[in-house]
C-alpha cells in the first residue's frame, strides 16, 4: 500500500514537471491571474472560486486531458533507486542489443559520408536557401540524383538482429519449451494468450458494434453506425481525451477520425504550434543534412511507388524534413531503449563540450520511415498539424517498432506474440512453414515494422490504427498477422518454398481487417 502510494506520488510529481514546462500551464497562469478581476471571486474562498472558473470555462478539461495524455506514455513507476537507464530498459542484454545495433546503424552513416564525401551538415548558400523556399511546396518535382545513396538499414537487416538476441542467463543447455524450439525469436518474454487478449480486446467482441463490419451495406445503418456516430459527436463536444479513447475501440467516423485522435493525442493547433513548425522549416531551409537525401531517397522508394499515397510526396517530405530538426523529439529516448546518436565538431572528437546530438531529433531514418507518415496525409491537409500528429504518434507508438526492448509493445515482443499464436492455435501451419524453410515471421516482419502501411489498404489501415489509438498499444498488430496467416491457411498447406509463401502473401489490399481480428480472436477454440 505504501509503495503504491509513493509510486503515485512520484508520478505526480513526475507529471506536475513536465506541465509545467508546456505552453498550457502558462496559458492557465494567465487565465487564473484574469478571473481574479471578476466580481463572483472572492478572497475568502479564491481556491475554488478558481477551479470553479476553470470548470465552467473548459480550461479544467484541457488539463485533464493533458494529464491524461501524459499517462498514457509515461512509464511504468520503477523503483526510486533505480537508474535511469532501467527506465529506458529494464534487461540488460537488451540494452546490450540495441546499443550494438546503434554502433551498426553508425558505422553503415559514417562509411557512406567517407565514401560519397559529404559532410553530416552544411550551410546552404543562399541562392540554394531561396531556391528551396520557392519549391517548398513542390518538391516532389525536384530530381536530385540519389542513386549512390543507399538506406542506412532494411527491415531484413533488423530482423536478422533480434532473431540473434538470446538471454545470457539461459544456457544452451537449459530444455527449451515447445514454443521457443520452433520460433525465430529465441527470448524468453511474457506475451498475452488468447484468453488474454480476448479480455484485452473485449470490446472487438462478436457481440459489440464495429466499424468496419457492422457499417457494412448489408447492415442497415439504424442499427449500429447512426447511433456510434451520434455518440462520437458527443465526444468531440465534451472534449473529452479518455471518452475519445475508449469510443474509438469501436472504430471511428471517417468524418470524426480526425478529430479524435488530434484529442486522444492532446494536438491543438495554437499559434505558438504553428510558429514552431515554422522555425523548423526555417531550419531545414538554412541548413542541408546527409539524413535528408535518405528522407528523400526513401519517399522515392516506397510512397512514391505507392498508389495510395503518391500525391502525398510533398507533404512526407516537408513532414520529414521538419521532424529531423525537432530537437523536441529528444525526450522520448527516457522511456526509450535506444540513446540518440551523438557527433562531435571536427577535431574535437570525444570533448562532451563539442558533442551534438545528429540528427537533431536523435533518429536516424530507414527504409520504409516514410510509411508513418502517409496515411495520416488523408486525415490532416495543413501541414503544421499533420506534423505534430505525426510526431506524438511516433513519440508514443511507431519508435517502439525499430528499437530493442522487453516492452509488451516493442517490436521483439510482437514478433514472440505473433509466432506463439500461431504455433499455439495453428501448429501444423507453423511446422509445415518451417520445414520448407518459409518461417512465418520471415513474410510477417515487414507488416508488423511498418504497422502494415503499405500492405493495407488506406481505410483498413486507418480501422486498425483506430484500433492503436483506442488501447494505446501496438499488439494488435501480431494479432492481425497471425489473422492474416490463419486466413490464408489452406493456400499456405499447399506451397513448398518461401517464395511460393510470400506469393500467396503478397497481396493484403483486399483484406477486411475487423472481421480477420474477430474470427480469430473469438472464434478461436481455445
Not at 69 to 94: G, I
Not at 416 to 442: C, D, S
Request: proline content about 6%; hydrophobic content about 45%; aromatic content about 12%.
Amino acid at each position: 500500500m505504501l509503495q503504491e502510494e509513493s509510486d503515485l506520488s512520484l508520478i505526480i510529481a513526475q507529471i506536475v514537471q513536465k506541465l509545467k514546462g508546456s505552453n498550457l500551464y502558462a496559458q492557465l497562469e494567465r487565465q487564473a491571474w484574469a478571473c481574479l478581476q471578476r466580481p463572483e471571486i472572492k478572497l475568502e474562498s479564491l481556491k475554488e472560486d478558481i477551479k470553479e472558473f476553470f470548470k465552467i470555462s473548459g480550461w479544467e478539461k484541457k488539463l485533464q486531458n493533458a494529464v491524461y495524455s501524459e499517462l498514457s506514455v509515461f512509464p511504468l513507476p520503477s523503483h526510486a533507486a533505480a537508474p535511469p537507464e532501467h527506465l529506458k530498459e529494464p534487461l540488460v542484454y537488451m540494452r546490450k542489443a540495441q546499443g550494438s545495433w546503434e554502433k551498426r546503424i553508425l558505422k553503415s552513416l559514417n562509411s557512406m559520408c567517407t565514401e560519397l564525401s559529404i559532410p553530416l551538415a552544411r550551410k546552404r548558400p543562399v541562392g540554394e536557401q531561396k531556391e528551396l523556399l520557392n519549391k517548398w511546396n513542390e518538391m516532389g518535382t525536384d530530381e536530385p540524383d540519389l542513386s549512390l545513396f543507399r538506406p542506412v538499414y532494411a527491415p531484413k537487416d533488423f530482423l536478422e538482429v533480434l532473431i540473434n538476441l538470446r538471454n545470457p542467463n539461459y544456457e544452451n543447455g537449459d530444455s527449451l519449451s515447445f514454443r521457443t524450439h520452433l520460433g525465430l525469436i529465441q527470448v524468453p518474454l511474457k506475451v498475452k494468450d488468447i484468453p488474454e487478449l480476448k479480455e484485452f480486446f473485449v470490446e472487438l467482441g462478436l457481440t459489440t458494434g464495429q466499424l468496419g463490419i457492422d457499417d457494412s451495406t448489408q447492415v442497415p445503418p439504424e442499427l449500429f453506425e447512426n447511433e456510434h456516430v451520434r455518440i462520437g459527436q458527443k465526444v468531440l463536444a465534451e472534449q473529452d481525451g479518455a471518452a475519445a479513447q475508449q469510443y474509438i475501440r469501436q472504430g471511428s467516423p471517417t468524418a470524426l477520425r480526425a478529430d479524435l485522435w488530434a484529442l486522444i493525442l492532446n494536438i491543438s493547433s495554437q499559434p505558438e504550434d504553428i510558429l514552431y513548425y515554422e522555425q523548423l522549416k526555417t531550419n531545414v531551409i538554412q541548413h542541408d543534412l546527409l539524413v535528408d537525401s535518405l528522407i528523400y531517397k526513401d519517399v522515392k522508394l516506397t510512397a512514391s511507388n505507392d498508389d495510395y499515397y503518391f500525391v502525398f510526396e510533398d507533404y512526407l517530405y516537408q513532414v520529414l524534413l521538419c521532424f529531423s530538426r525537432d530537437t523536441s523529439v529528444l525526450g522520448h529516448f527516457a522511456y526509450n531503449s535506444a540513446s540518440p546518436p551523438k557527433s562531435y565538431i571536427r577535431g574535437k572528437l570525444g570533448l562532451e563540450e563539442y558533442a551534438v546530438f545528429y540528427p537533431p531529433n536523435g533518429v536516424i531514418p530507414f527504409h520504409g520511415f516514410s510509411m508513418y507518415v502517409a496515411p495520416l496525409c488523408f486525415l490532416y491537409h495543413e501541414p503544421s498539424k499533420l506534423y505534430q500528429i505525426f510526431r506524438e504518434m511516433y513519440v508514443r507508438f511507431f519508435f517502439r517498432l525499430h528499437s530493442i526492448s522487453s516492452h509488451p509493445s516493442g517490436i521483439v515482443s510482437l514478433c514472440l506474440l505473433f509466432e506463439t499464436l500461431l504455433q499455439t492455435h495453428l501448429p501444423q501451419l507453423f511446422y509445415h512453414l518451417r520445414e520448407i524453410g518459409a518461417q512465418p515471421l520471415r513474410i510477417s516482419f515487414k507488416w508488423m515494422v511498418r504497422a502494415f502501411s503499405g500492405y493495407l489498404a488506406t481505410d483498413q489501415l486507418l480501422l486498425l490504427w483506430d484500433r492503436i489509438l483506442g488501447y494505446n498499444s501496438l499488439e494488435i498488430l501480431a494479432v492481425l498477422a497471425a489473422a492474416v496467416f490463419a486466413f490464408r491457411a489452406v493456400n499456405l498447406m499447399e506451397v513448398t518454398s518461401l517464395a511460393a509463401a510470400e506469393a500467396v502473401l503478397a497481396d493484403l489490399s483486399t483484406l477486411k481487417v475487423m472481421p480477420l481480428l474477430q474470427i480469430f480472436l473469438f472464434a478461436t477454440v481455445t
